[in-house]
Each structure stands twice: as structure tokens, then as C-alpha cells.
């Protein structure tokens, strides 16, 4: 009996799985480190999945479940609204993803899971972070503009930022790191006139500006990943755009990468 005791000590503990209920959409799913009840003050990271997407695929392409007990984070998988032909999407942009005019309120969605977090699990609210992926990236860019005083950074998957730093008028600087693949053939890693969709350089240089950064540095870091770093912004804040040779646009980023990223927010 002693040595089965021992045994199930020694076992992995699963991280706690609960929700967060708004009306009107789909539960979000919550999770919690292990050891949660011993903490407060933790971060918290909101995945966004993008358009004809979901949390389960958001996860693939951004793996971040497995890291929560390593680096001590909140992770919260929300679902897009279903549009008439049963998509998923969020209202990003006027260009991105509302095709059918159905016009949800996404920037109140994601303020009510970030409230309801603080509230329940003892978040920090100095190190709330959004994450998405294409049409989550872009809502994360908006969310960015109107909504500021509830996150301190953001993370664009594949994504673009259509919003001009004329017609951004964030409360306070926040971390801007865009991730973007240079064989991305949905949201290409040069922009797209056609579609209003500019390139992944244009899309932190705004944001370069709003925070006031004064330098910029280039950096290789391996043959695959460059990255462009402004620095010297606002309240220590950065702009970055990290750019990898190799990968489309619904490549996994991979969990080394992933948990890169997951240091450079907290």
C-alpha cells in the first residue's frame, strides 16, 4: 500500500479545466496551473483561434496547454461566434471576418472573459496577454487599439494590422510582437493591396510610432527566425516582429518557440 502511495505522488498532476460563462456564447475554456490554489497574481494568456477555427486547432498552432505549470500562467481557449454557414470567426475588422454583417461584439467578449478572470483566478493586471492567430490576430491588433487598458501586450499569429496609428488611440503602451511566416499564402508575409492587408512590416511599424520607440535592432537568430526589435519605447515596452523563412500560415509554431514566446510576455 505504501509503495502504490508513493506512486501516485510521483505521477504528473493534470492542470485544473473549468469555464467561463458569458451569454449568448459558447464556454470558454479555463486553465489553471497545478499548484493555483498556492498562487495568486499569475498571468494570463487568451489564445484566439482564427477564422473556420477553434480552440482545439488554435491549440496545434500554438501549444501553450503543456507549458502552464512550467512558466506559471492562466490559458483561456475562447470560441468565435458561428456566422450563417456555421464558421467560426471573430469581428476583427471591416476587411476580416464579418462576412455576413452579423456584427458581435468581440471587444466586449473578450473584456468580460478578461474581468471575469480577474475576478475568479487572482490574475495580475499587469500581465494580461492576447494571443491569435490570422482573424484572431487581427482582433488582438483592435483590441490593442480600443481596449488597451485591460491587456499589457499582444501576440499576432499570421495576422495583419489594418489600423493606422492616426486611427489608434490606445490609453497606455503595450507590447506588440507580430509572428509571421514568409511562405504564408493566406496572409502573406509582404501584405496584399488587393485585400487592404498590409505586410507584417507595416503592421508593427504603427505601433513602433504610438509607442514612441527609439531604435531598432536586427537580429538572426538562427537560419530560420530573424528578429526586428524596436526598443526604447514607452513604460518598457517593445514592437517586434519575429520572421520565419519556413513556415505558412497554419504551421504549429512549435512548443520551443511557443514557450519563446510565453518569456518574452512574462
Request: proline residues 5%; charged residues 25%; glycine residues 6%.
Amino acid at each position: 500500500m505504501k509503495i502504490i502511495f508513493l506512486l501516485l505522488l510521483s505521477l504528473p498532476l493534470k492542470a485544473e479545466v473549468t469555464t467561463i460563462e458569458v451569454a449568448g456564447r459558447k464556454s470558454a475554456t479555463v486553465y489553471l496551473p497545478t499548484d493555483f490554489a498556492h498562487k495568486k497574481g499569475l498571468p494570463l494568456v487568451i489564445s484566439i483561434h482564427g477564422i473556420m477555427s477553434n480552440p482545439k486547432i488554435q491549440e496545434r498552432i500554438f501549444p501553450a496547454k503543456n507549458l502552464i505549470d512550467k512558466k506559471g500562467f492562466v490559458l483561456i481557449t475562447p470560441f468565435g461566434k458561428r456566422n450563417y454557414i456555421g464558421l467560426r470567426f471573430w469581428n476583427a475588422s471591416e476587411k476580416c471576418c464579418d462576412f455576413f454583417n452579423q456584427n458581435p461584439d468581440d471587444i466586449s467578449y473578450i473584456k468580460e472573459l478578461i474581468i471575469q478572470s480577474q475576478k475568479k483566478f487572482f490574475i495580475d493586471p499587469k500581465r494580461v496577454f492576447l494571443v491569435g492567430h490570422s482573424n484572431g490576430g487581427i482582433l488582438a491588433y483592435r483590441f490593442a487599439c480600443e481596449a488597451s487598458e485591460f491587456i499589457s501586450g499582444i501576440v499576432s499569429i499570421a495576422g495583419t494590422n489594418v489600423f493606422e496609428e492616426i486611427n489608434c488611440n490606445p490609453s497606455k503602451p503595450i507590447s506588440i510582437l507580430q509572428i509571421h511566416g514568409k511562405n504564408d499564402r493566406i496572409i502573406k508575409y509582404d501584405g496584399s493591396l488587393k485585400r487592404g492587408f498590409p505586410s507584417a512590416l507595416d503592421s508593427i511599424l504603427p505601433w513602433s510610432k504610438i509607442n514612441n520607440c527609439q531604435e531598432a535592432i536586427e537580429s538572426k537568430i538562427t537560419p530560420n527566425l530573424t528578429k526586428l526589435r524596436f526598443i526604447n519605447c514607452d513604460k518598457d515596452k517593445s514592437v517586434e516582429l519575429w520572421s520565419l523563412n519556413d513556415r505558412n500560415h497554419n504551421k504549429s509554431l512549435g512548443s520551443e518557440l511557443t514557450q519563446e514566446i510565453l518569456n518574452y510576455l512574462f
